[in-house]
């Protein structure tokens, strides 16, 4: 049985990291902290919009007139009086609509942009809130209508999933409205990767099949999913990926293409990121996991460095530990009902929610012991889903210190997140061998997570392990006495039944 409490710190770090910056020129990607992004984590600089404004656009004089007296009056100088730089920015917008400047254009969303920033700092969030979702409906409709020239498409899907983000960002507290947006607009940009494989020289197709792939949720895929969990992958040159299924029984050359995934492959795996987070909020761990294992796909198809693949496979494999989780407390509750409701009960409330019109025919008709079977076919099921999720998640640790001994040591000392994905896979191992009651085998792991974030400066990882390892001997302790008690136990029944025989 799994044991939840040294679960909450997988859980506790899958909502650690903070997603910073994205609205840089080129936002990097946060993966210096382990494991998912949060909605609530989000902050953004005002740099995006400075950076989106000024001075890589080139304005209509007139234009530009305006906006030097906006941002004049939002400076220092001026004791930053957004409200008045606001004003002169919508004077700027309205000079644009005169000139009839086209809407998706860097120049007319730029000072959108700075509209909504003034918006912000004047603590505006629901006016702030629409003119970026204004932007964002621009984009879409015109991305989907193809009214942006070809050469540009690409550029305004990168400006595109900023805004998302960004959006993400003022929507926290409304994750089905952000992930049906995040949704949307990511496919858009799997569109335009797609097509572009399409329309090179040599037909891509291992993106254009894992993009065709439909999303099965994560319960239908469990039977092959180790064939996608890597066990191996050498990354020593740019041009292509040798990726070895389990156990090597089959080796694929992956052709490394990062030039169809630009310039917008830091925000779309970024925004995927986001997805899985939202997915983990609203309980979808299911579709999380489906989505994360896409994720680490294309990632390597993306020729995205050694050190974010395996961090991501990190957090598919803390993914993979949760769902077993979720589904250990599910087979508790099981065993429970099975052990618990007799005949009498059975038929009680059977009988209550045929008076309340809760069951349909079949239901009503029901038998005890049909229902007894029919429970015991869900628990069998879900203990097998649960043993199956816990042989994947020690799997998707154990590929991470395979793969990363395959790496150059030029690769190790070029990607920090090398050294702190080996740290947290030793620690994910640890963790899962702990609620396993593999307790020499988790002392192991734990310590030398220790080691390894010592070694690659991850203070927060040791602070965790170390907690682990007391928890693993207050285990090992408790496991002991009650094992004493056992045998003493044991051995009072033995001496009374010589007793007996004697008489």
């Given at each position: 049985m799994l044991r939840i409490f040294a679960g909450s710190s997988i859980k506790k770090r899958l909502r650690l990291s903070v997603i910073s910056k994205y609205y840089q020129q080129k936002p990097p990607r946060s993966w210096t902290k382990i494991l998912l992004y949060t909605i609530t984590g989000l902050t953004v600089s005002g740099y995006f919009a400075y950076e989106y404004l000024w001075p890589h656009h080139t304005f209509p004089s007139s234009v530009a007139k305006i906006l030097r007296k906006g941002l004049w009056a939002e400076s220092e100088k001026q004791n930053h009086d957004y409200g008045l730089a606001l004003k002169y920015y919508k004077e700027a917008l309205e000079e644009c609509d005169k000139l009839l400047l086209d809407h998706y254009g860097d120049e007319y969303t730029g000072v959108q942009i700075k509209i909504g920033e003034m918006y912000e700092r004047l603590h505006k969030l629901n006016e702030a809130n629409q003119i970026y979702w204004q932007i964002a409906t621009c984009y879409f409709d015109c991305l989907t209508n193809n009214e942006i020239p070809k050469s540009m498409r690409s550029h305004i899907i990168q400006k595109d999933l900023r805004i998302i983000l960004k959006l993400a960002q003022l929507n926290g507290e409304n994750p089905s409205f952000v992930k049906a947006l995040l949704t949307s607009h990511l496919l858009l940009a799997q569109t335009e990767i797609r097509n572009k494989c399409l329309q090179g020289d040599t037909v891509d197709t291992h993106v254009i099949d894992s993009f065709d792939q439909t999303g099965e949720s994560f319960g239908k895929q469990q039977n092959g999913l180790d064939k996608k969990i890597l066990s191996s992958v050498n990354v020593a040159d740019n041009n292509s990926i040798d990726v070895d299924s389990k156990n090597g029984e089959v080796v694929i050359t992956v052709p490394v293409n990062s030039e169809i995934w630009e310039p917008f492959k830091d925000e779309f795996f970024n925004a995927r990121d986001l997805l899985t987070s939202i997915c983990i909020a609203t309980g979808d761990l299911g579709i999380a996991i489906n989505t994360k294992i896409k994720t680490t796909h294309w990632m390597l198809l993306a020729g995205c460095s050694p050190g974010d693949i395996l961090i991501s496979q990190c957090n598919l494999a803390s993914l993979l530990y949760l769902e077993a989780e979720e589904l250990e407390v599910k087979e508790v509750s099981l065993k429970k009902i099975l052990k618990t409701i007799t005949k009498e009960e059975f038929e009680k409330n059977l009988q209550d929610q045929r008076k309340l019109g809760l069951l349909n025919f079949e239901a009503s008709s029901l038998s005890y012991e049909e229902y007894c079977q029919n429970i015991e076919k869900e628990l069998q099921a879900t203990t097998t889903s649960k043993e199956k999720c816990i042989e994947l998640a020690l799997q998707a640790y154990e590929s991470v210190k395979t793969v990363s001994k395959k790496l150059t040591p030029q690769q190790h000392r070029e990607n920090a997140e090398v050294g702190e994905s080996i740290a947290l896979s030793a620690y994910g191992l640890g963790v899962v061998h702990l609620h396993l009651s593999n307790?020499?085998?988790?002392?192991?792991?734990?310590?030398?997570?220790?080691?390894?974030?010592?070694?690659?400066?991850?203070?927060?990882?040791?602070?965790?392990?170390?907690?682990?390892?007391?928890?693993l001997n207050e285990e090992k302790n408790s496991d002991k006495s009650i094992e004493t008690k056992n045998q003493r136990d044991d051995s009072d029944d033995i001496e009374l039944d010589i007793q007996v025989i004697k008489n």
């Open positions: 307790y020499e085998k988790a002392e192991a792991l734990l310590k030398e997570s220790i080691l390894r974030a010592k070694g690659s400066g991850y203070e927060e990882l040791i602070e965790n392990a170390e907690r682990e390892l007391a928890k």
